[in-house]
């Protein structure tokens, strides 16, 4: 049927016994009954989508992230008014599928495809059903009907590339599959997804991703499958009976079932085409030829009484990950290992060779440097690593595989050993290098105050990075407020002199706290000698840290109101993750 290019629909697609015509001799391998090697076995009741005269409009506007629109300076104008802003995707659709079937669904750009999937599967942002209905096994689609009876494997793969095949299926399996399920289960079942996908020659191998080498790209896309498998369980065939033999014959019937596919749609701009186990195939047409990727869509069964892995075990197996994808990229930790130690040597032998203590204005500037300049380099560190991860975040919340409580204590306790040893580097030989107070306590004091400082840094990362979407307008308010808590430290402007914006900004600033707290450590217990002329005049510490304004509040203080920052800052992190969609570039 011919539709207008600008509006393609699917008006009338509907299918029915006495519609379809018999699958000739040629078109039987698109049912193959005995090879089960290419394709799902499924156990169980049999689920059925059915969609009834949809019709389906969406806001073209809504589809523009809104940091394009502030480019633009469109952000204040009514996105929704016009008759223009509205488009019907989708037309009077009807289509029946049951489990065990194939529906390909081709077409052009923007032809409505992925909205169709989107809404059968009720992610149907910025769009609206205006008629229609979507049911699964004759009841209304709702998100809690959908998860359990359609699987829905995404156009991108979004995993993590540091752990192996094997691994990313078992972290699934912990998380996803019934609580009754024992460990030898969820293995098994892992092995049983691994052997129906043909994974296990890759089943050790890193999944990778474009920046480091691993499975290949349909490799990848197999365990994207895999997950969605392992989130609806059901009985699969193992792989282990086929014979070389037949091994060899699949791999013929699915090379003439790829010629035959591509034969019957080179002519064909939209095409919808159903195979099911031995009655019908019916393709619905228009002009022009277009390749495009579909997404699949894979029913599969799930039993409703079984009661999911509850929110510890989701937060010890979401740690487990962490820890492990983090420790497996070896290159990035040795990469902030090697910055860290290269600053501090720096700064070290800056100040090293000096007979006695360093004056006054140099012990200063040391201590500023000291708790300024590495949280910057920590804040686009962590902003990066955070949108790198969001794809999978944002997907694995909307999916419900876990919840935001438990991920967001997996991520905070997961980073503190890769934390804890970048401070140590970084803190422990500048310290020495630098002649500062020798003795334990004094040094313990001024660790512990840096620790906090850089940590505070990381935590203002995590806030900016699961507040905004995008990787540059993170780093924009990431470097902002940076500067501002820079700027009013009390190094670089005293504290006195600041006017009543900066000084409001100084009370907050973790980085004048920081500094006020290790300048305090250095200077109470000291007696500086001050030359005049011929003269020289022992002037006391506390005299110092008086003169710049930093005597304000005893250490304990400083450490009080740092430990605060980091608490606002992550619970603005956990609030950012629970209210606001970790929508990537990709999910626009």
Known sequence: MKKDPENISLEGASWSQDRCTSLSAQ??????????????????????????????????????????????????????SGPDSHVSIIQNLNLKVHSGQMLAIIGSTAGGKTSLLDVITCRDHGGK?????????????TPQLVKKCIAHVRQDDRLLPHLTVRETLLFIARLRLPACFSDSQRQKRVEDVIAELRLRQCANTRVGNEYLRGISGGERRRVSIAVQLLWNPVDLTSIDKQTTEKEMESLKR???????????IKDYDDFLWKASEGDSVVTTTSKQSSHSKPEEVINMPYHSSDQLPGVLKQFTVLLSRQVSNDFRDISTLLVHGFEALVMSLLIGFLYYGHEGRLSIRDTSALLYMIGALIPFTVILDVIAKCHSERAMLYLDLENGMYSVTPYFFAKILGELPEHCAFVIIYGVPIYWLTNLFPEAEHFLLNFFSVWLAVYCARAMALWVAALLPTLQLSAFLGNVLFTSFYLSGGFVISLEQLWTVPYWVSKVSFLRW??????????????????????????????????????????????????????????????SLRFIKQKSNQDW
């Open 27 to 80: 078109d039987s391998i698109f049912c193959s009954e005995e090879d089960n090697s290419l394709y799902f076995t499924y156990s169980g009741k049999s689920n059925v989508l059915e969609v009834k005269e949809l019709n389906y409009q969406v806001n073209l506007a809504s589809q523009i992230p809104w940091y394009e629109k502030l480019t633009q300076m469109q952000l204040l104008l009514p996105w929704n």
């Open 129 to 141: 059903i205006k008629s229609g209905h979507i049911m699964i096994n004759n009841k209304p689609s």
């Open 254 to 264: 699915a090379n003439t079932l790829a010629s035959l596919f591509q034969e019957k």
């Open 514 to 575: 920081n500094f006020q707290g290790m300048m305090q450590i250095q200077f109470t217990d000291s007696i500086y000698d001050m030359p005049f002329g011929n003269v020289t005049i022992k002037i006391p510490g506390k005299l110092v840290t008086k003169a710049l304004g930093l005597d304000s509040e005893p250490l304990y203080i400083s450490y009080l109101i740092i430990g605060g920052n980091i608490f606002c800052f992550l619970l603005l992190y956990y609030l």
